[in-house]
């Protein structure tokens, strides 16, 4: 299985940024997608995910401002981000889970939001 993120990078603060990640050699049925980030120096943390129905779960610091959804006949999932903050700066991680409970990372992305 691998996860190939793209879409990171420097973005000034209100500002707008896309992220994707694609699964390949997927030979089970996925379950939830997600995103989770991690700053440096804290754990890495839920941002989104978004169930096999389409249902998303947020979490409080993102909510309104993030959008997550997903291709099931791609294999993809990504994430709108929208009034970028500071706190926002972080490596993003794609994460998918089979529905027997089996979870693959991406490699990260670096998002920067500067003040």
């Known amino acids: 299985v691998q996860l190939v993120e793209s879409g990171g990078g420097l973005v000034q603060a209100g500002g707008s940024l896309r992220l994707s990640c694609a699964a390949s050699?997927?030979?089970?049925?996925?379950?939830?997608m997600g995103w989770y980030r991690q700053a440096p120096g804290q754990q890495r943390e839920l941002v989104a995910s978004i169930n096999i129905y389409g249902s998303p779960n947020y979490a409080d610091s993102v909510k309104g401002r993030f959008t997550i959804s997903r291709d099931n006949g791609k294999n993809t999932v990504s994430l709108q981000m929208n009034s970028l903050k500071p706190e926002d700066t972080a490596v993003y991680y794609c994460n998918v889970a089979s529905v027997y409970g089996s979870n693959f990372w991406g490699q990260g992305t670096q998002v920067t939001v500067s003040s």
């Open positions: 050699g997927i030979s089970f049925r996925i379950g939830v």
